[in-house]
Structures are given as structure tokens and as C-alpha cells.
């Protein structure tokens, strides 16, 4: 388990009730927004702090997993799919995250990234919306790249 600093942008979304599971992404999601990062590692490059699900392999040279972020306030919350593409040439990912609590499993909302290229040598993260959630509320996220399920993060 892996708890460390990253960014997180601003913005606010709700959803309805669903269930974490690795049967797929729920049916519901919002649009999800693509960063890229280039050779700086997403993790290591700002104050918000990070608890991420272990790296998957999803092809020849390509890895990615699933965190939960929490900002440096401790007031907001928000899921992503990070994505480490180590080939010499682009990696056309799609990526969905849902966020759930952690104390009742509620679902607070579901993001999908559309298919977009992961430069060579680089990485990119899909992010989910920022949420309001005091740091009293334990959060995590399940997540997917492409067909790949990532596995569900620890709580932050």
C-alpha cells in the first residue's frame, strides 16, 4: 500500500448508489479529464497525498493503477487511473474510476476517460472530479485501463 503526494484539480460531482466490484465500471459516469504528466512521476510532483492500488502490467511496456487522492487540506477527495507508458511510441488508452466510502461502501461517483494517447516514455493520469468530503470520511477507488481491472486502492 502506497501513501504519497500528488495534485488534484477542483470541481464538484454526485451519483447515485452502486456497488464496487470487478464486474466493469458502473453504468453511470461523468467525463474524467486526461493530465499528462510527460517523465515527471504524477505521485512525487505535489502536496495532495495519494493511497494507490499495486502497479498492473496491461501490455508489452505499459502499466497503470488505481489511487485515491486526498487534497493537502484534507477537505476534498478525487480517484484516478495513473498510466506509465514505457514504449517508444504512444499507447492509446480509455480508463474509468469509481470512487466509493469506505466505511459503507456509498458510491460517490463514476468517471471515464476516452481513448487518448500516452506519449512514449511518459506518464498520464485520468482523474476523476474533485469531491468535498471531510478527512473524518475514508474514501477509495476501483478502477480499470481499457479492459484491465486495477484492483481497488486503500483508503485515504
Same mark, same amino acid.
Given at each position: 500500500?502506497?501513501?504519497?503526494?500528488?495534485? %488534484?484539480?477542483?470541481?464538484?460531482?454526485?451519483?447515485? /448508489?452502486?456497488?464496487?466490484?470487478?464486474?466493469? +465500471?458502473?453504468?453511470?459516469?461523468?467525463?474524467?479529464?486526461?493530465?499528462? @504528466?510527460?517523465?515527471?512521476? /504524477?505521485?512525487?510532483?505535489? +502536496?495532495?497525498?495519494?493511497?494507490?492500488?499495486? !502497479?498492473?502490467?496491461?501490455?508489452?511496456?505499459?502499466?497503470?493503477?488505481?489511487?485515491?487522492?486526498?487534497?493537502?487540506?484534507?477537505?476534498?477527495?478525487?480517484?484516478?487511473?495513473?498510466?506509465?507508458?514505457?514504449?517508444?511510441? %504512444? @499507447?492509446?488508452? !480509455?480508463? @474509468?474510476?469509481?470512487?466509493?466510502?469506505?466505511? !459503507?461502501?456509498?458510491? %460517490?461517483?463514476?468517471?471515464?476517460?476516452?481513448?487518448?494517447?500516452?506519449?512514449?516514455? !511518459?506518464?498520464?493520469?485520468?482523474?476523476?472530479?474533485?469531491?468535498?468530503? +471531510?478527512?473524518?470520511?475514508?474514501?477509495?477507488?476501483?478502477?480499470? %485501463?481499457?479492459?484491465?481491472?486495477?484492483?481497488?486502492? +486503500?483508503?485515504?
Amino acid at each position: 500500500m502506497l501513501a504519497i503526494t500528488a495534485v %488534484l484539480g477542483l470541481s464538484l460531482a454526485t451519483a447515485g /448508489p452502486a456497488t464496487a466490484t470487478d464486474a466493469g +465500471p458502473a453504468t453511470t459516469t461523468d467525463a474524467g479529464t486526461w493530465r499528462a @504528466y510527460g517523465n515527471t512521476n /504524477p505521485i512525487t510532483s505535489s +502536496p495532495a497525498t495519494w493511497a494507490c492500488a499495486g !502497479s498492473k502490467t496491461v501490455a508489452t511496456s505499459v502499466i497503470a493503477q488505481v489511487c485515491a487522492i486526498r487534497s493537502s487540506g484534507g477537505g476534498s477527495v478525487q480517484a484516478a487511473v495513473i498510466v506509465r507508458n514505457n514504449r517508444s511510441s %504512444l @499507447y492509446s488508452a !480509455s480508463a @474509468y474510476v469509481n470512487l466509493y466510502t469506505a466505511s !459503507s461502501g456509498l458510491f %460517490l461517483g463514476s468517471w471515464e476517460c476516452a481513448s487518448s494517447g500516452v506519449g512514449p516514455n !511518459s506518464w498520464s493520469v485520468c482523474f476523476g472530479k474533485t469531491l468535498s468530503q +471531510p478527512s473524518s470520511v475514508k474514501v477509495y477507488s476501483v478502477g480499470w %485501463l481499457k479492459e484491465t481491472y486495477l484492483g481497488q486502492s +486503500p483508503n485515504i
